[in-house]
Structures are given as C-alpha cells and as structure tokens.
C-alpha cells in the first residue's frame, strides 16, 4: 500500500524567511559589538601609546625618574616596562658617569700639575686651575686655541713636534710673562681619529733655582777654600825650602798660616753652623731674657777692635721687658751684626745697639753710619757667600755666610729681618720679634 504525506511549501517558505532573519540579527548585532569593542581597544591603544609617547618625552628631556606604572601582560605594558627598564639603566649610567666627572674633576683641581687637552684644532677643551695659575690664563680660555692665549714659540713647537709622533713628547719651556717660569711638559696624542692632544706641565723652576744655588755653592765653598789653602801651602813650602833659617821671613810665614787656617776655621764653623740650622739640627732653649746684658757682652768683643779703627761703639736700651728667645742664637746673630758693622765702617763713624717696643713687638737693630749698601744689592745680601764688594770682603776676613746664618736663626724665632740702607749713609739691620712672650721686669708674664 502506498501512503503519500504533504505540506505546503509556503509554511516551509516562511519557517526559512524567518531563521534568515534571526541569523541576519544575531549577525548585525555581533557585527556592532565588534565595531564597538574595536573602536574601545583602538582607544585604550592609542591612550596607551599617548601616554608611553609623553614617557619618551619626558625622558628624553632628561626626567629620567619618570615611571609609566602599566601592569598586566599586553603589549603597551610590556612595551612601557621596557620603558621603565631602559630609564632605570640610563639613570645609573648618567649617575656613574657624574659620580666619574666630578672625581676627574676633583683630581683636576687638586693637582699641582697644570693639565691640558686641546681638540683637533688645538682648542683648549680642558684647563686645570694650577696651568691656568702658570700661563695667567683668562677665564675665557675654554673653546680658544692654545697660541692665541698664550703667545709661546717653544710651546708651538713642542705641539708641533708632537703632532708628528707617535710617542710621547717631553721637553722643557720657558714661560716668559709676568711670573717667569720654567715648566717641564710632556705632550702626548689621545687615543683614537680624533687627533686630540693632552699635555702635563710640571713646574720646576724652584728645582732649577735651587739646582743653580747648589751649584753656585759648590763653587763658592770651593773659591773659598782654595784661597786659603793655597795661601797655607806656599808659606809652607817657602819654610820648607830654607825660610827657616831667617828668624824674621819665618815669623812672616807663620803669621800668613796662622792668619788662613783661622779664616779656613771661621768658614767651616759657618758651614757647620748654616749646616745644622738647615737640617733642623739646631734646637732652640726659649728662656726670659734681660737684653742690657747681653748688648754689653757683644759690645765688649768688638771694643779693642772698633778702638783701633776708631769707630764708636754705642747702645740706646731704656726700660723694656724682657724676651723668651734663645740666648746663643740670640748672641750670635748680635755678634755677625756688630761684626760686619766694625769691619766695614771706617774711621770717625759709630755702630749701634738699639731696642724698641711697639704692641707685642720688640724690635732689636743694629745700626751703623758707615758706607752703607746700594739698592740692586739689598735683596741679595742674605744669600750665602753673597758679597757686596768681594775683595774688600775678603780683605777684612769674611766668610759670606754671616747673614745667611742670621736670616735662618730668625727664622727659627719666627722673627723677621728688615735692612734699610743707602750708599753713603749707612745701614739698619732691625729684627721684628712680632708676637714674642714678653715678661715685665717684675718678671710677671703679660702674653
């Protein structure tokens, strides 16, 4: 049997019409949600990258503490704590190369040695205090080249010789402005394409002062030594040769020997004395001192001498309070003064003693009428073996070494040493004892 089963296909038709329309719906809705979640992701994005973008700035202008504080797993967090990572590294790396800038700074300004690093084009790029101390360099040095600052034709050629070398480069120059110098440098070429140069200047002028006065010493010490040694030699050999047998030229000769071994003795105690002074060898015993006395006993050496000459010999000390200073330096430096005053004055002046008190001050001079010394000599007449008129120096036995020895021993009491003379009028050695320890004459202490 044969059964047939139908529906119209209209009811069909319209079941599908509206499962299309549903499915078009739920299509057009999920459509707009997706717009919508897009266009809200877009936003946070670019909200993201704004904020990463004002990051950048703020570090690139240096604010390098700026953090952008994004938390979870996408990638503009990841991407502003990469941020954040970078920043923390340029800041400890800006703060080790500060921390390394003001220590070469640092070092820069502390070193006696003058440093210089000029470019490719010999601009100073670097410029220590002490070099600017010793070429008197402007304030403005910086950016300008080396030549037009400082106007030197060794320095030009010691840069110039160094350009052209691979080594190092070391040679001396004279630096002739106001302050006079003379500067060891060595010159040497940075690492590198940059063809920049970086120089050490050593200032050896006082090496090379006191290398000239060490040997000025020696030949000094060795002029005066062969004088006398000579003089004892030639009398010897005459008194030797048969000089003996003549009472009277033998009285001579001895006379000439005994008169150079004495001066030959008076030039080593003086080298021995300047010797100890020196070396810190001669110790000082401060003690209250009554200078009437004192005055009296140097004077008494020289009596019979000055008498002889007809020279005066005076002393100007009134009522003054006693000073702690040391009683045999302070009568050697009394005894040289007085001695060169009786040596070098002629018949008819006078030579002098006299003590004045000004605040704490106590000022002891040694003063003559004599033929006094002429400026250009002045400033020199403390250097050892130093002489005004050297062979009138040696005519009346001096060694050169007794104001040496004076200016040292004050130096030990912390006093100074003024001279004023002029030719003709005579000269004033006076020495300041500022801020000594006086005593009254009661004997109480007042500073």
């Not at 004892?232 to 005994?258: C, H, K, Y």
């Not at 005066?312 to 005894?335: C, I, M, N, Q």
């Not at 605040?359 to 001079?365: I, R, Y």
């Not at 007794?402 to 200016?407: A, E, N, Q, R, Y």
Request: net charge negative; proline share 3%.
């Amino acid at each position: 049997a044969v059964a047939r089963v139908g529906q119209s296909l209209a009811g069909v038709d319209t079941a599908l019409a509206e499962f299309r329309a549903a499915v078009m719906a739920a299509a057009l809705l999920l459509l707009a949600l997706l717009v919508v979640a897009g266009a809200w992701m877009d936003r946070l994005t670019a909200r993201g990258l704004a904020e990463l973008n004002d990051l950048a700035r703020r570090m690139l202008a240096g604010d390098l503490e700026a953090r952008s504080g994004f938390e979870g797993e996408e990638a503009v967090p990841q991407l502003g704590r990469t941020l954040d990572r970078l920043a923390r590294g340029l800041s400890t790396s800006l703060q080790e190369l500060r921390s390394e800038r003001d220590r070469m700074a640092g070092i820069l300004e502390g070193m006696q040695e003058g440093v210089i690093l000029l470019d490719s084009k010999q601009r100073i790029v670097v410029l220590n205090p002490a070099l600017r101390e010793m070429l008197l360099v402007p304030n403005d040095a910086i950016g300008r080249p080396l030549l037009e600052v400082v106007r030197n034709a060794e320095l030009r050629d010691l840069f110039a010789h160094a350009a052209s070398e691979d080594e190092p480069t070391t040679q001396e120059v004279e630096i002739g402005n106001i302050k006079p110098r003379r500067l060891l440098a060595r010159v040497a070429r940075m690492p590198g394409d940059q063809r920049q140069f970086v120089a050490v200047f050593v200032d050896v002028t006082e090496v090379r002062r006191l290398e000239s006065m060490r040997r000025d010493f020696v030949a000094n010490v060795s002029h005066e030594l062969r004088t006398p040694v000579t003089s004892i030699r030639s009398a010897a050999e005459t008194l030797v040769d048969g000089a003996l047998s003549d009472p009277a030229a033998a009285q001579s000769f001895v006379g000439i020997i005994d008169r150079n071994a004495a001066r030959l003795q008076q030039l080593v105690e003086d080298l021995l004395d300047l010797s100890r002074i020196e070396s810190r060898g001669f110790r000082l015993s401060f003690e209250p001192i009554d200078l009437k006395p004192i005055f009296s006993q140097v004077l008494g050496l020289f009596r019979e001498r000055a008498s002889k000459k007809n020279v005066a010999l005076e002393e100007f000390v009134g009522d003054l309070p006693k000073v702690r200073a040391d009683r045999r330096a302070l009568e050697h430096v009394l005894t040289n003064l007085v001695d060169n005053a009786v040596k070098y004055c002629g018949p008819g002046t006078h030579v002098w003693l006299n003590v004045s008190l000004s605040s704490d001050t106590v000022t002891v001079s040694v003063g003559d009428d004599g033929p006094g010394i002429d400026e250009r000599h002045l400033s020199r007449v403390f250097e050892r073996f130093y002489r005004v008129d050297a062979g009138r120096s040696r005519e009346v036995g001096g060694t050169g070494l007794g104001l040496s020895i004076v200016k040292h021993v004050l130096n030990l009491h912390q006093a100074q040493l003024q001279i004023d003379s002029a030719p003709g009028v005579g000269s004033t050695f006076a020495c300041h004892f500022g801020h000594a320890r006086l005593l009254t004459a009661g004997g109480s202490d007042e500073g």
